[in-house]
């Protein structure tokens, strides 16, 4: 039988997503009440009144809430979902804003009526008189600190920490050179073609709610109504239709509106629906990216980093429920596949009256390897090197591995690689790309009036964070296997790679396969789907579960043919004895005989009945196992694996109107072994062109007031096809071995090292430093014209170059 494992078969679910016949939140609870909100228009105010009267003669409107309706423990702020020592002064929202607004878009009063069109009637009658408060509005603002967006917070300093490895300041200041960069990090968000929605029916006859929700962690979300609205745990039932996209933004939890609603429809005892609105999503959903970086470094003449220092100044907008998670991933995250003699890294995080921040897909990796690989790229051009060559001499070396960098990693466990071969990784890249040939190519770039560069990027990306994920097998008495685990799907093909798993497992057709996700109804356990861990998590502990199955089949199987469960096998769903391929027995028959039965239901289960069974010598079901062909297995990671990469870009920028065009995009990728080629490299692609997004066009731009200036998607630009460039690919498999099927995480892989390796190809072709992403255009045309004007160093290379 041909393994699944490893090979490129299609995406399972594509035929019903691209036919149409997707379930999308929206698509759910047609004549459910609908819900809107009213929203500050205000980044810092104090709510002085609440007038509803105008909305209240509206034909169709059910009810109106303010903060001063809700009960109990509704009425109290969001939970604080990741404490963590260094977030000394936390802070989270309300589900509807007390007394005070912290930024643009935060809901101030829920309407629930007929529909979503007499709701916002409803919303623009309501007058909320508003006292405004000076805004604290970027970074430099923040810690000026001037104004204060939570009176109780001294200088906005959210949160506080220093982690080292060794003395970094001394050995730079030893190190025979140093230098210092100053860089930044724009403020973006994610845009998935679905914003976030909720659908909540309640049951009053058993005192059961049932919750629809666009999220990436069902089973958090449960836990959180239950507890805000008092209710058992096992009455509410939290179901994830098809998501269309999440990249972070859906693993918060829970949403204001993911415990309003809920709470409305068991007051009303109606069905009720929200969906967010483009706008919705803009200016009340989380950002991230925003950053400001300080780095010292010093180095040997070979480009060996002997003392890095690294000081952040990280934005979390108003509200922290996420923690610090962000910039905790940036601060360890950004050593790459290097080793430096010594590190040490400061952050602070810091209060803006913006939009809170929480994980966008990369979580905090993109800004960390910009600032690793910028560093490199500036020693390599102070000595003349090549930047390959510098990034060569900082590896972590294979036979090094396990390598503990002496750091916490965001899972709070020990920062320590598992496996890898960066060198490997580093030479693959540079034949896919052409590195050594580049030169030649620049010449006849040249030679024809066109100006172009190469940049180089490298990143580890710690993936698979526990604590733990779950996976339930079953075999039908059909044949068909069922299998379900509790995290969520947005598409990265989770019902194709776990079907692979499992058939590869089971010895069984993949179409037999079928598999749920993020339903609380068939799994009740688990954490969610962020952090590249669905593989690793769910893929594991499906495996185990399936190999548990296994064994079950091979031992009553091995009873009914007289046969030691170890002299048989199971090919394409029948277990047969390995030396005698006809004496056999159906996997179906095995599901059957596995279940003992009292009464026949159908010519197959009069196998299992108590007076065809011949041994009477024991009980039924043995001491110890449990009717039925089935098994439900948890995997909990020692720590996290680290998969890693490297990319490659070469681009060209118009002599004249500064446009960046990327010629050539190169990517080499290790997660592991790989499930399925063709999904990671889906998952690659879907990275870069994020990434690129990121690097040359997105980003969020407030003025002085607080006020958003780009929500909609005519401001707010986003490359098309047209700007995304074909992908080159290759992959490189070290199989990690903290996990039973040696795989490590890919989800994010794509997006990591774009703004990084975008920035060096642009200053390769413009011959000075790039410093602050995303750059666009006009952007660059006025950097020219500051270096025309002599206000920028030239980079040392170009120089040479030139002189050459």
């Not at 197959?604 to 196992?625: L, M």
């Amino acid at each position: 039988m041909t393994r699944l494992f490893g090979s490129p078969i299609p995406r399972l679910e594509d035929e019903r997503l691209v036919s149409g016949r997707g379930r999308y939140l929206d698509d759910l609870g047609r004549g459910a009440l609908a819900a809107a909100f009213v929203r500050a228009p205000h980044a810092h105010a104090r709510i002085v009144d609440v007038d509803v009267t105008d909305a209240l003669d509206i034909d169709g409107l059910v009810a109106v809430y303010t903060w001063e309706d809700l009960p109990g423990k509704l009425a109290e702020p969001l939970p604080l979902l990741i404490p963590h020592p260094a977030l000394t002064h936390p802070k989270t929202g309300y589900p509807l804003a007390r007394e005070e607004v912290n930024h643009v878009g935060e809901p101030v009063v829920m309407v629930v009526a007929r529909d979503r069109y007499v709701a916002e009637d409803a919303c623009d009658r309501i007058r909320v008189t508003y006292d405004p408060l000076p805004p604290v509005v970027t970074i430099e603002d923040a810690v000026r600190a001037e104004h204060l967006v939570h009176e109780e917070v001294p200088s906005n300093v959210a949160a506080h920490l220093v982690q080292e490895n060794g003395d970094a300041r001394a050995a730079i200041a030893a190190a025979p050179h140093t230098l210092e960069l100053d860089l930044d990090v724009q403020r973006s968000a994610s845009m998935p073609m679905e914003g976030r929605g909720v659908y909540a029916r309640w049951d009053a006859e058993d005192g059961s709610l049932r919750v629809y929700t666009s999220t990436q962690t069902s089973t958090s979300v449960r836990a959180a109504i239950a507890a805000k609205l008092d209710l058992p745990l096992h009455k509410v039932e939290v179901v994830v239709p098809d998501v269309g996209g999440g990249f972070g933004v859906k693993i918060m939890h829970p949403w204001p509106e993911e415990v309003l609603i809920p709470w409305a429809a068991r007051l009303l005892g109606r069905e009720i629906k929200w969906t967010e609105d483009r706008r919705e999503h803009f200016i009340s959903s989380a950002h991230e990216r925003r950053q400001l970086q300080k780095v010292r470094v010093g180095f040997d003449d070979a480009g060996r980093v002997l003392g890095l220092d690294v000081e952040i100044w990280h934005d979390n907008g108003a509200y922290t429920p996420y923690g610090v998670i962000v910039p905790i991933i940036t601060s360890t995250q950004l050593l790459g596949p290097y080793k430096p003699g010594a590190y040490r890294v400061e952050f602070r995080s810091l209060y803006t009256n913006t939009v809170m921040v929480t994980p966008y897909r990369g979580a905090g990796r993109p800004q960390g390897v910009y600032a690793m690989e910028r560093t490199l790229d500036a020693i390599a051009d102070y000595l003349g090197k090549d930047r390959a060559e510098v990034r060569e001499v900082n590896f972590v070396k294979p036979e090094e591995m396990p390598y503990d960098h002496g750091l916490v990693f965001q899972d709070g466990r020990p920062l320590v690689y598992d496996s890898g071969d960066f060198a490997a990784s580093l030479e693959l890249l540079k034949e896919l790309v052409g590195w050594d040939d580049f030169e030649s190519y620049r010449e006849q770039a040249r030679a024809q009036g066109r100006r172009v560069g190469i940049g180089i990027a490298c990143y580890v990306e710690g993936t698979g964070v526990g604590p733990y994920e779950g996976g339930h097998v079953l075999v039908e008495p059909s044949g068909r296997v069922m299998v379900s685990t509790g995290l969520t799907t947005q598409g990265q093909g989770h019902q194709t790679v776990f079907a692979q798993i499992v058939a590869d497992e089971l010895g069984v057709p993949i179409e037999q396969v079928h598999v749920t996700t993020g339903d609380t109804r068939l799994f009740g356990y688990a954490v969610g789907t962020f952090a590249s861990r669905a593989a690793v998590m769910s893929g594991n502990a499906i495996a185990l579960a399936a190999r548990e199955v296994r064994a079950k089949a091979l031992k009553i199987a091995g009873a009914a043919l007289g046969r030691a469960p170890d002299d048989l096998e199971i090919v394409a769903g029948v277990v047969r004895a390995k030396d005698d391929p006809d004496t056999a027995i159906d996997l179906a028959t095995v599901a059957v005989l596995s279940n003992p039965l009292r009464y026949a239901f159908d010519e197959a289960a009069k196998r299992a009945t108590q007076f065809a069974v011949t041994d009477t010598s024991k009980p039924p079901i043995a001491e110890g196992e449990q009717p039925g062909l089935e098994a439900t297995a948890y995997y909990s990671p020692p720590r996290s694996t680290f998969a890693n990469g490297m990319h490659a870009a070469i681009v060209e920028t118009d002599p004249d109107t500064a446009d960046i065009k990327i010629l050539r995009y190169c990517v080499v990728h290790d997660c592991g072994r790989v499930i399925n080629p063709r999904i990671v490299a889906g998952q690659v692609h879907g990275g870069v062109a994020q990434g690129v997004a990121g690097a040359l066009y997105e980003r969020i731009v407030y003025d002085e007031n607080g006020q958003l200036l780009n929500a909609s998607f005519m401001d707010f630009l986003m490359p098309y096809a047209t700007e995304v460039p074909k992908i080159e690919h290759a992959h490189l498999e070290t199989s990690s071995p903290l996990n039973p099927l040696g795989i490590k995480g890919a989800g994010e892989a794509g997006v990591i090292p774009v703004s990084a390796v975008l920035a060096s190809a642009i200053e390769d072709a413009e011959g000075f430093r790039i410093t602050r992403m995303p750059i666009s255009p006009s952007e660059l045309w006025h950097l020219r014209q500051r270096f025309a004007a002599g206000e920028i160093e030239p980079l040392r290379r170009t120089s040479r170059r030139e002189t050459v």
